[in-house]
């Protein structure tokens, strides 16, 4: 079975500061594909990131930033000087390559940026 | 635009009534799902479809079912309602089918309400 564990459900930081969102997952499928999706207060589903299993590049994108340890089966984001438009929940997401190709996610970690 | 578009974005209904959530798609994708997102539980799938007339049960089925007639729509259909269908919910595509890193799109979202 596959699935997803986003440990954090809320953090909350200051302006500036950097955050960590932690993701692991299980699967059995050999060839896998992560995902990042970010929600803000407005409510939409926003693709950020993909990351295929044969691939553990880590990935830098302005502030954001991506680690992905086939080791430890994590795929962690890190914001750097976070701010406030940062605010929101964000999802982690695998899909497998067997069983119907579902993307499942995880809890999703709600993620708060004070001025 | 490319979206996917869903509607109606809130609904408020009674227990045993029949409605239907519809979605479209402009991108001619293969591939769309429907997703519930709970507190707490992330989204989970309903119902997925690879093809016109190919529907498959995700892994929230029980209460709710799907057509695919045509490529770009997707309709989520609640026989008869319940309490413990009150949920937000969205639709969304992704391009191909298959073990593949195409992201899924996805809809505004529906917040239904069902009392």
């Known amino acids: 079975a596959q699935k997803v564990t986003q440990a954090q459900t809320e953090i909350s930081v200051v302006e500036k500061e950097d955050v960590t969102l932690d993701c692991v997952y299980e699967t059995r499928d050999t060839t896998y594909y992560l995902f990042w999706y970010k929600q803000p207060p407005s409510g939409e589903l926003v693709f950020l990131i993909r990351?295929?299993?044969?691939?553990?590049q880590n990935e830098i994108s302005g502030r954001y930033s991506w680690n992905f340890q086939k080791s430890t089966s994590s795929f962690n984001f890190t914001i750097t000087a976070s701010q406030v438009v940062d605010s929101a929940v964000y999802f982690c997401?695998?899909?497998?390559?067997?069983?119907?190709?579902?993307?499942?996610f995880g809890a999703g970690t709600r993620l708060f940026v004070k001025a | 635009e490319a979206q996917v578009t869903q509607n109606p974005r809130y609904l408020i209904t009674v227990t045993g009534k029949k409605l239907t959530v519809t979605c479209s798609q402009n991108?001619?994708?293969?591939?769309m799902s429907w997703y519930r997102q709970d507190p707490g539980l992330g989204l989970r799938q309903i119902y997925y479809?690879?093809?016109?007339?190919?529907?498959d049960k995700g892994d929230v089925p029980e209460g709710y079912k799907v057509s695919r007639k045509e490529k770009r729509n997707f309709p989520l259909i609640l026989e008869s309602p319940s309490p413990n269908q009150t949920s937000l919910y969205f639709c969304?595509?992704?391009?191909?089918?298959?073990?593949?890193?195409?992201?899924?799109?996805f809809g505004n979202g529906t917040r239904l309400t069902v009392t």
């Open positions: 997401a695998l899909k497998g390559s067997t069983g119907g190709f579902k993307t499942i």
């Open positions: 991108m001619n994708h293969e591939y």
């Open positions: 969304a595509s992704s391009l191909s089918v298959g073990a593949n890193n195409s992201p899924l799109h």
């Open positions: 479809s690879m093809n016109v007339e190919v529907t």
């Open positions: 990351r295929n299993s044969f691939d553990e």
